[in-house]
């Protein structure tokens, strides 16, 4: 057994990219530090809709926490959902036991980073999840992967077995990274991935729908770069749809402003809201649940209590909120780790400051957009910027060797490797009610 005495006792909620790096920059330092996630895997959430689309499998994004830490001598990591906080009493409440009241469910720290991320949210709508699931985990890209697939299949059946062959259609809503990366991939998928080895439908033919609520997708880039991506995404096959507010969805249909459509599946790609950790700190928070948290990322009246990533409120110096980005993360972790550390050695702490390395998102093939400064990219330059930076900050050597791989074959073969329906497809019959979507037989 370690002997972890008169060491302080730093706990971290949450083994997502600010939980990692604020632990890794505690790692063999003179801390005990224990990590605390629900998963015992880090997922590499830029690359999730790769999974959700077919391109990659789960363990290639995905790699376990601890075998992420496990040469960092002061450093447990634990499996367990953080349900609740004592802060007077320096406690974090772990769901080990939930019969139990006693303080055997409770872990006590010096210092508390919390780190445990946000979801999506569908703004008072939660019942539409299961009709129009969003991409935050593994879980829900399998989910989205399983639906894709499943709207394929089950129309070649019902055109062997009826001769119905009627539209498919893809609805993604939400303009932002998320849904463009999803959008174009799903388009990919239809347009090429499949269109062989499908026999009596036409995959190319499946209609997919991007609806943006605002005037233009992917407000948080430069004007230019959002209409260049919107142009690519048309390219492609996509429709987007701008002004276009979904107000209902429905098994089979979603209401876009006053007009029912009807689709075959649809995905949730708007709208984010903080884990509800946020609230039960006792901190104000903003109108998503994100804690306005002081300049040094600290809580107020709780000077040992940070909170960082997608969990924080921070203003930037031109007044808008840090976005909820990986590199934020990272960046606020790298400050609170140093905060620890300074608090040690009785120096002053550090003032959190954002510093803005630039966003890009991809479309598809040779399609992608970037902006890096003052530096604004677009089409294959963009793309194999997007490439090189995502393989770089891919976790594990071996995911990235193996996503270099599947990257290459994908674009050589236009295949998608991980085209596998997982779990009962009958099952999946029940969310997809409306049989009338169906596509254009090719013969
Ligand atoms: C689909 C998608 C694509 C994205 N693409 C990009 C991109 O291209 N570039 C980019 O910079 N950013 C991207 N982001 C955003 C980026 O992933 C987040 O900003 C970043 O993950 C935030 O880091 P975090 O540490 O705050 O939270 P997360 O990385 O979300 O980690 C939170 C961790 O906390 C754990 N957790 C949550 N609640 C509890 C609990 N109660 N108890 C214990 N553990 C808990 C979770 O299991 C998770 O491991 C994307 C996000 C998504 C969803």
């Not at 349900?83 to 055997?104: Q, Y």
């Not at 600290?298 to 924080?312: L, T």
């Not at 990272?330 to 550090?350: C, F, L, P, W």
Request: net charge positive; glycine share 8%.
């Amino acid at each position: 057994m370690r002997n972890f005495k008169e060491k302080p006792k730093v706990v971290i909620i949450g083994g997502g990219f600010g939980g990692l790096e604020a632990a890794k920059r505690l790692g063999n330092k003179p801390f005990e530090v224990i990590l605390i996630d629900r998963k015992n895997h880090h997922t590499f959430q830029p690359l999730l809709y790769q999974v959700a689309t077919a391109v990659l499998s789960p363990g290639e994004i995905a790699s376990p926490i601890r075998r992420i830490l496990h040469r960092y001598k002061n450093i447990e990591v634990i499996l367990g959902e953080v349900t609740d906080f004592d802060l007077n009493r320096k406690a974090v409440k772990i769901n080990a036991c939930p019969e139990s009241d006693d303080n055997r469910c409770e872990i006590f720290f010096d210092y508390l980073i919390v780190a445990a991320g946000a979801k999506h949210s569908y703004f008072g709508h939660e019942d539409w999840e299961e009709l129009a699931p969003g991409l935050k985990t593994l879980e829900d890209a399998l989910e989205i992967r399983r639906r894709l697939l499943f709207v394929f299949e089950l129309a070649e059946r019902e055109a062997l077995l009826t001769g119905i062959q009627k539209p498919i259609s893809f609805a993604i809503i939400g303009g932002g990274p998320t849904g463009v990366e999803l959008a174009g991939a799903v388009a990919g998928i239809a347009r090429r991935a499949l269109a062989k080895d499908f026999k009596l439908i036409d995959t190319t033919k499946a209609r997919v729908m991007l609806f943006e609520g605002a005037s233009r997708i992917l407000s948080s880039f430069d004007e230019t770069l959002s209409q260049k991506a919107k142009k690519q995404l048309e390219d492609l096959g996509v429709e987007v749809y701008l002004n276009s507010f979904v107000k209902a969805v429905e098994r089979g249909r979603i209401l876009v402003n006053d007009e029912w459509i009807e689709c075959s599946a649809v995905l949730w790609a708007t709208g984010v809201s903080a884990s509800p950790l946020g609230k039960k700190l006792g901190a104000p928070t903003d109108k998503v649940g994100r804690v306005l948290v002081n300049p040094d990322l600290s809580i107020p009246d709780h000077k040992n209590v940070f909170v960082i990533g997608d969990m924080a409120f921070v203003k930037m110096d031109n007044g808008n909120p840090v976005p909820g980005v990986a590199p934020a993360a990272i960046q606020m972790a790298q400050t609170v780790a140093e905060n620890i550390i300074r608090d040690q050695k009785g120096k002053e702490r550090k003032v959190f400051k954002y510093v803005d390395k630039g966003s890009m998102a991809t479309i598809g093939r040779n399609k992608a957009i970037a902006e890096i400064g003052r530096i604004k990219l677009s089409g294959l330059i963009a793309w194999l910027t997007w490439l090189f930076v995502h393989l770089i900050f891919l976790i594990g050597f071996r995911n990235k060797v193996s996503v270099m791989i599947e990257w290459i074959w994908a674009y050589f073969t236009r295949e998608r490797s991980a085209r596998l329906i997982t779990g009962d497809a009958e099952e999946l019959l029940k969310t997809f009610a409306s049989r009338q979507n169906l596509p254009t037989a090719k013969r």
